[in-house]
């Protein structure tokens, strides 16, 4: 069974750093596709980065050069240290793995971690 909890979540201010963490149970966590989703205010659900159990990642645009994933394969955590932290950055945090079943893709979810940049 597959569990992921994150932390690391908080309150900074405009231009200030932070690095959530999420750490997963389960076994092959080396294979899995992971990524960070966030959910600002009255907004739906959005990707901000993925990684791969290549190690290849991708950002949503607005993020780029500013949030950096990455993953420790030992300690089964992934990572997203964000910064230069702007107030739009505000959101709750989640970190998802997509498994492929023979029924087509499964998505574990985290609880989530609340981010708030304050301006």
């Known amino acids: 069974q597959v569990t992921l909890v994150e932390s690391g979540g908080g309150l900074v201010q405009t231009g200030g750093s932070l690095r959530v963490s999420c750490a997963a149970s389960?076994?092959?966590?080396?294979?899995?596709?992971m990524a960070w989703y966030r959910q600002p205010p009255g907004k739906q659900r959005e990707m901000v980065a993925t990684i791969a159990g290549s190690g290849t990642t991708n950002y949503r645009q607005s993020v780029k050069g500013r949030f950096t994933i990455s993953r420790d394969n030992a300690k089964k955590t992934l990572y997203l240290q964000m910064n230069s932290l702007k107030p739009d950055d505000t959101a709750i945090y989640y970190c998802?793995?997509?498994?492929?079943?023979?029924?087509?893709?499964?998505?574990?979810w985290g609880q989530g971690t609340q981010v708030t940049v304050s301006s």
């Open positions: 998802m793995s997509r498994f492929s079943t023979a029924t087509g893709p499964f998505d574990v």
């Open positions: 389960g076994s092959d966590f080396d294979r899995w596709f």
